[in-house]
Structures are given as C-alpha cells and as structure tokens.
C-alpha cells in the first residue's frame, strides 16, 4: 500500500469553477502536510502547508482529518494559470510524495 | 529568500562519462536532499544529508555519489550511468532534518539525458 495516495486525474474544469482534491496518508505518527504545485517539466513549488485548524490563503483552502487520515485542497474561482499538477507531501520519518493531481483549467 | 540553484539545467553524458550535479542554497538550511523524477511520476528520495553528513540513502545504485563539502553546497557525482538514469534531478533544502517535519524548498532541478 502507498504510504500517500491521490486520485492521478485529470480534472478537467472550466474557468470559475471550484475544484477539489483529495489525499489520504496511511502513517498515523505523520506530523507535517503540504501541498505543492509542480508545472511541466518545472520543479515542485510550496503552496501551502497544511494546518490541523486547517488553513486559507485567497482563493486556496486546505484541510486536514487527522482522524480519517486526509488532506484535503479547494481551489475557488480557477484561473488558466491553476493548470498544473498538484502533488500531497506528508512528513513522517520522512517526506513521502503523492502520485500528483493534474489539473486542467480551460477557458 | 526561498532560493536553491542547480547547475547546469541540462546534461547530456554518455555512459562512460564522469559528470557532477551541483546544488548550493544560502538559507541556513541544514538538511540537503536529491531526489530523481521520472516524467508523469512524483520524486523519489535518493539522499539526505543532515549537518553535512549523509543521514538517508535510499539503495541508490553505487554509480550515484553525493557529497557535501559544507553547509550550503550539495554535490552529486555520476559515473557509468545508464540510459534509464535519464530523469530530472531535484535538489532540495530544508532548515531541519527533523524526519519530514519542516518545509522543503526545490531548486529547479537537471534535466539529464545518457546517451
């Protein structure tokens, strides 16, 4: 079983539209989440770390259930330059890395 | 400033070659990591180094060899690679090595091809 799984996608949304992913870890002792953004053939870049009271910077909003074991990320009002591939990061005794979301947005 | 660079952006070697990656960061960070991505598929730890020595190797074949001449810089030393080897290679900081607790800062990677 992957240590952190994510539905691989596409989604394929239009402009305006609200989009959410999921992400589900299997190590109860993970202690830290993020989300990055990587764009093709670019390197990963931090979008926001992921807080237990959950947290909001302008149009993203990320969620954790520690309980359920995810994190979540609500993306509102997309823009073209949201395509991108979304990748889950969870901390344990290391960093382990989703597969990726991709995510289309097209006008 | 969240800055780490690598260099070069590209390489192409045959599979003879000796080739160096290089990646340098001037945050303080302490802990240092190469990761290798394939296309379509997410990185994958290689190596972490922690206060300059090597805390994590992930079974990574012998003809990848790191090295961290100090805080801020990270070597990786290729010999006899092989076609598959080709990939991104991922530079990474962060201010601790506190198993996978603080944030994790990219650099833009070498996209490498062996010939």
């Known amino acids: 079983r992957k240590e952190v799984e994510q539905d691989p996608g596409p989604f394929n949304v239009p402009e305006g539209a609200t989009v959410a992913f999921n992400c589900t870890y299997s190590?109860?002792?993970?202690?830290?989440f993020f989300w990055y953004r990587q764009d093709c053939r670019k390197e990963p870049k931090l979008l926001m770390s992921?807080?237990?009271s959950g947290n909001e910077d302008g149009r993203f909003t990320a969620q954790l259930n520690r309980a359920s074991q995810y994190i979540s990320l609500l993306i509102r009002d997309s823009k073209l330059s949201d395509s991108a591939t979304y990748l889950c990061?969870?901390?344990?005794?290391?960093?382990?890395f989703g597969s990726g979301t991709k995510l289309n947005v097209k006008p | 400033d969240t800055e780490v660079t690598q260099t070069p952006k590209h390489l192409v070697m045959g599979m003879t070659n000796k080739k160096s990656l290089k990646c340098e960061q001037h945050m303080g960070h302490r802990a240092m990591y190469w990761y290798k991505q394939k296309a379509k598929k997410p990185p994958e730890l290689m190596f972490v180094y922690s206060y300059e020595k090597l805390s994590i190797n992930e079974s990574v074949p012998s003809r990848f060899s790191p090295e961290c001449p100090n805080s801020s810089l990270l070597n990786l030393h290729l010999h006899a690679l092989q076609p598959e080897d080709s990939a991104l290679y991922l530079c990474?900081?962060?201010?601790?090595?506190?198993?996978?607790?603080?944030?994790?800062?990219f650099g833009p990677g070498t996209r490498l091809t062996v010939l």
């Open positions: 990061v969870v901390g344990a005794d290391k960093f382990y």
């Open positions: 990474a900081s962060s201010q601790r090595d506190r198993g996978g607790s603080d944030t994790q800062y």
């Open positions: 992921v807080y237990s």
């Open positions: 190590n109860s002792a993970s202690q830290s």
